[in-house]
């Protein structure tokens, strides 16, 4: 990783072995690293962050959901060292301040991350081995006009940094009422909370002119897997790891016109595709 001006192509696996991590668990883990942290990449659009890991570094199997070791060979730009920040991809850590070791990074994702942060998501399984929990349940009483207009936004295509500048306030204003969102029910990923809010009936889906794309049972499968509606125990045997699961679910993305996660969600909704995420005792008004 040279000191370019230029965005360059790199391959995972060659020069450094690469660690997405869903924005939401990877703030907060790199606050823990601290200064063990070595190269971070991040990308405000897609709400992920790339640790990048000495070549042929292996991770632990038992990671929580949304992280993935990404596959060998495939390519990925890498910006200018003077590139810091932006909405596409950033340095989060340049190179050259320190090496970020596997085995920090794996307690750090799995362990009790900092106060400020959310609770990750249970290690181990994507979803816990039972039946499927209702994230219909709990609407304990309304969420603020200001939690309301981002949740409204978190369903579009939107990023932390469009959401704040649609509203008009700091960035950081968005991530504190993500992260309120996201305590009030128990929603860890910024999916959890976009299906949370769909269910309480807080905030409908964003109407669309496009139709939904012909999914077969297994597209439908692992959208309610995605959503909680369902466990890892009703995926096809083949999708059940976690990088044939997170390619498909990439894949989904591209066929439903989603930018992000949450969107997916949110549009399945407006097809109708997940009924069940809606109790039939909390009804869809708003509040």
């Known amino acids: 990783m040279s000191g370019s001006s230029e965005t360059r192509r790199a391959r995972y696996g060659e020069d450094f072995t ?22 971070v990449l991040a990308n405000r659009t897609t709400q992920t962050w790339h640790f990048l890991l000495p070549p042929g570094s292996a991770l632990a199997d038992k990671r929580p959901y949304g992280v993935r070791v990404m596959p060998a060979g495939r390519p990925i730009g890498i910006p200018p060292l003077t590139t810091t920040d932006g909405r596409d991809v950033h340095w989060a850590v340049p190179p050259g301040r320190g090496v970020t070791s596997p085995a920090h990074l794996h307690r750090v994702l799995n362990g009790p991350l900092p106060p400020a942060s959310l609770t990750p998501a249970p290690t181990g ?6 039946a499927p929990v209702r994230v219909a349940a709990s ?28 509203l008009g306030v700091p960035v950081g204003t968005i991530r504190q009422q ?4 996201g305590r009030r029910f128990g929603a860890p990923t910024a999916v959890r909370k976009a299906a949370a809010l769909l269910a309480g009936g807080h905030v409908a889906p964003p109407p669309i002119s496009m139709l939904a794309p012909d999914l077969s049972p297994a597209d439908l499968t692992v959208l309610r897997v995605l959503a909680g509606l369902a466990t890892d ?24 016109g989603a930018r992000t996660g949450p969107h997916l969600i949110a549009l399945a909704a407006f097809w109708g595709l997940l009924s069940s995420l809606f109790d039939p005792a909390s009804g869809r008004e708003e509040p």
Request: proline content about 14%.
């Open 125 to 130: 399984p994507r979803f816990p081995r039972r």
């Open 139 to 166: 609407r304990p009483c309304p969420l603020t006009p200001a939690q309301l207009k981002v949740g409204r936004l978190l369903l579009t295509r939107a990023s932390d940094t469009q959401m704040a500048e649609e």
């Open 18 to 39: 690469a660690v997405r991590v869903p924005a939401d668990l990877a703030r907060p883990a790199l606050a823990a690293l601290g200064p063990r942290t070595g190269p």
């Open 233 to 256: 125990d009703d995926l096809p045997a083949e999708l059940r790891p976690s990088d044939p699961f997170l390619d498909h679910v990439d894949e989904l993305r591209e066929r439903c």
């Open 178 to 181: 993500l992260n309120r969102i």
